[in-house]
């Protein structure tokens, strides 16, 4: 019994391990788009893409900030969508 608890312990404490070291990595491809295009590919998929000027820069940054959430993309692509839209206005 004590040896399958640590075998359990030791599988758990690997996996986690392998998730944190592994599992967080954003791919390449998205990682090799720019702002515009992630700004295209995912809010085009809900919205009509409104001009980047129509919202200041701390506007931009509300929207981006919501809308990172609830379309589930990463960080690093919120940013450089958000970098995309407050360059653009």
Sequence with gaps: MKKLRLIVTTSILITITMMYLYGCKTPQA????SGATLWGEN???????????????DQWKSIVTHMQVR??????EATKIMEFLQASN
């Design 43 to 57: 809010c085009q998929r809900c919205h009509n893409l409104p001009p980047a000027t129509m919202y200041n820069d």
């Design 30 to 33: 998205i990682t090799d788009k």
């Design 71 to 76: 379309s589930n993309i990463t960080k690093e």
